[in-house]
């Protein structure tokens, strides 16, 4: 049994190219995959430990805690810069290592921040 075609009108015509290219979303490949699951891994070091070590709500905290949570701070920050720079290095564009790199240098300035706050309160 035949099926009627399409109508032979050009707008509908799928044999003439297109004048806009099809879409095609992208896929990211698996080293940028696991690129960004260092990152995060990273974010999870730099936030997460230290708010074990000291807790977040505390008004003061001894001096040695506070450094072992900055340290940890500084640490998830240095993943964080490592897996942005291997990404940039992979695709060679400076926006992957901005968008990487500054919230990395955020994590480190809010953690010595804090650190100060905790430690030298009077």
Do not use: N
């Amino acid at each position: 049994m035949a099926t009627a075609g399409a109508p032979s009108d050009p707008e509908h015509d799928t044999s003439a190219p297109r004048a806009q290219a099809p879409i095609r979303w992208p896929r990211p490949d698996g080293p940028t995959l696991r690129s960004l699951a260092i990152w995060l891994i990273g974010l999870a070091i730099a936030l997460g430990i230290p708010a074990l070590i000291v807790s977040p709500g505390a008004a003061t905290a001894p001096i040695g805690k506070v450094l072992t949570a900055l340290s940890f701070t500084v640490l998830g920050a240095g993943v964080m810069l490592f897996a942005s720079y291997v990404l940039y290095r992979r695709h060679r564009d400076p926006l992957v290592f901005v968008m990487g790199g500054v919230p990395a240098i955020a994590c480190v300035a809010g953690g010595v921040i804090i650190a100060a706050g905790k430690a030298f309160t009077f």
